[in-house]
């Protein structure tokens, strides 16, 4: 942080918390589109063994959530909160702490993890307990409704949908992927499992191939078509490479502790259907749940080239989906949310300035949004950080926001407090995954090695520019390069 000229020190008085949901299983919709690449005689097992447990937080990514908790309100508080802002969230006061959630399932259970993880930091020698109530459902932002258009923008927003379409039949992705040709198609059918005779005959690009593509075709729904084994499906295949990625992650993080949740509500299932047909009821007719344990297939199926291969192309599709033109108003209104309630926090500190340190009844110190990865991309993206960071925005990601005020120096002539913003970017706070080294509790160990401040003193009255249409803030130079938050010790 640079001086703030005429004002002596500063300290923190309030922050917020975007974070991403934790560590969970295969989305519906990336098993949908990489299933469709199947044929009747080639199944994608690293896919279709994720049927049973879609989208559900796994046992790891509450574990996250519970620590990033414990964190937020344990070592970060102590480290770096302010006497005013320590004292207000140790009072117990109720206003201190606030929760508010997408109304996504995982994303609730997400939040309800951190919540208790808050709870939980008394273990962290803070002094004494956090005695905030037991865990709530979360404060909506005005609604359910309002609470998924502010958490998920992306999905609510018909220009936005409509230029996206047009991007996925537009020459930037068609170019992309006709550079990268049979590379790509080999890539793709390896992590897939979907023939190895597939993967030699794809393995050199001809000129022909790297120069021409025909127009992709589409469904009648205006969807792309999905066949496989023709060079006219590259661009889907591109925007697939999301898709491989996330299946990577969730694969990382999986656990014996999962597989054993789904073979207990099998044996539930069986018990429940077993007890019908005695009973002379109708039985359930539904399978039983699958309770074969879920393996590493796709990771170790590439090298690791090809994972960083698979990681870089995700990155461009996801800056050209969220860092675009199209994609710039995404993010405002929950960024103007955000800097309204640091704003509601310095309007509270001021009218009820008393001693130092003193605790503030009413000042909301830390609030916590439980959201999407692409929520943290609509807020980046709004703060206008012109690229996606040069790290995979990983389970457990956030966005801290803290509201800094500096006192006036005695004869400085100032009168007033000054209030400003900075803003930290931690993309990967669990970066240790199960295996060797480790063991699956590695993959609940937070590490602040990547948490990196992207905006820094940008005054509390200049957050209305953000939100609008005017002048950009600055963000720190070297964005994108390792760093630390001071004052808290990195891993």
């Known amino acids: 942080m640079a001086d703030q000229e005429g004002f002596g020190a500063s300290e923190v008085v309030s922050s917020v918390v975007v974070l991403r949901h934790g560590a969970r299983a295969v989305s519906r919709n990336a098993f949908a589109a990489l299933r469709s690449w199947e044929t009747s005689?080639?199944?994608?097992?690293?896919?279709?063994?994720?049927?049973?447990?879609?989208?559900?937080?796994?046992?790891?990514?509450?574990?996250?959530?519970?620590?990033?908790?414990?964190?937020?309100?344990?070592?970060?508080?102590?480290?770096?909160?302010?006497?005013?802002?320590?004292?207000?969230?140790?009072?117990?006061?109720?206003?201190?702490?606030?929760w508010f959630s997408s109304p996504?399932?995982?994303?609730?259970?997400?939040?309800?993890?951190?919540?208790?993880?808050?709870?939980?930091?008394?273990?962290?020698?803070?002094?004494?307990?956090?005695?905030?109530?037991?865990?709530?459902?979360?404060?909506?932002?005005?609604?359910?409704?309002?609470?998924?258009?502010?958490?998920?923008?992306w999905a609510h927003n018909p220009a936005y949908t409509e230029a996206m379409a047009a991007w996925k039949r537009g020459p930037q992705l068609a170019a992309k992927a006709s550079r990268l040709g049979k590379e790509l198609e080999a890539l793709h059918s390896r992590a897939l499992g979907l023939g190895a005779e597939r993967q030699l005959e794809a393995a050199s690009p001809t000129v022909a191939d790297a120069t021409s593509r025909p127009e992709t075709p589409l469904r009648s729904d205006g969807s792309e078509s999905v066949g496989v084994g023709s060079l006219e499906d590259g661009p889907l295949r591109l925007y697939q490479t999301t898709y491989l990625l996330e299946v990577m992650e969730c694969e990382r993080y999986?656990?014996?502790?999962?597989?054993?949740?789904?073979?207990?509500?099998?044996?539930?299932?069986?018990?429940?259907?077993?007890?019908?047909?005695?009973?002379g009821r109708g039985a359930d007719a539904r399978p039983p749940p699958l309770t074969r344990p879920v393996t590493p297939r796709m990771s170790p199926s590439l090298w690791p080239r090809q994972h960083r291969t698979v990681a870089e192309l995700s990155r461009w599709v996801w800056e050209a989906r969220f860092f675009s033109r199209q994609a710039a108003g995404l993010g405002r209104p929950?960024?103007?949310?955000?800097?309204?309630?640091?704003?509601?926090?310095?309007?509270?500190?001021?009218?009820?300035?008393?001693?130092?340190?003193?605790?503030?009844?009413?000042?909301?110190?830390?609030?916590?949004?439980?959201?999407?990865?692409?929520?943290?991309l609509s807020l980046l993206a709004a703060l206008r950080v012109g690229s996606y960071p040069a790290r995979v925005v990983a389970f457990g990601a956030f966005l801290l926001f803290e509201l800094r005020r500096w006192k006036p120096l005695e004869g400085s002539g100032e009168t007033e407090a000054r209030w400003t913003v900075d803003v930290y970017l931690n993309t990967e706070p669990f970066p240790f995954a199960r295996g060797p080294e480790g063991g699956p509790a590695a993959a609940t160990q937070l590490s602040t090695a990547h948490l990196e401040r992207i905006i820094s003193d940008l005054p509390l009255e200049s957050a209305q520019y953000l939100v609008g249409n005017a002048a950009p803030a600055r963000p720190t130079a070297g964005y994108g390069a390792m760093g630390t938050l001071p004052g808290v010790g990195g891993e």
């Open 41 to 98: 005689g080639e199944a994608c097992g690293a896919v279709d063994q994720w049927a049973r447990h879609l989208d559900r937080l796994s046992t790891t990514g509450g574990q996250q959530m519970h620590r990033l908790g414990e964190w937020l309100t344990g070592e970060y508080l102590a480290g770096r909160g302010g006497a005013e802002m320590r004292n207000s969230i140790l009072s117990g006061d109720p206003a201190a702490l606030a």
């Open 254 to 279: 999986w656990t014996a502790q999962d597989d054993g949740k789904a073979a207990t509500a099998a044996a539930a299932h069986l018990r429940a259907r077993d007890g019908a047909a005695a009973a």
């Open 334 to 376: 929950l960024l103007g949310r955000v800097f309204g309630w640091l704003g509601d926090a310095a309007a509270t500190c001021s009218a009820a300035a008393g001693a130092a340190g003193a605790a503030v009844p009413g000042a909301a110190r830390i609030t916590a949004v439980s959201a999407h990865d692409y929520t943290l």
């Open 104 to 153: 996504v399932d995982r994303v609730v259970r997400s939040g309800s993890a951190f919540w208790e993880g808050c709870r939980a930091a008394s273990r962290v020698p803070v002094g004494r307990p956090i005695a905030c109530p037991d865990a709530p459902a979360p404060m909506l932002l005005n609604g359910e409704d309002a609470s998924d258009e502010l958490t998920r923008p």
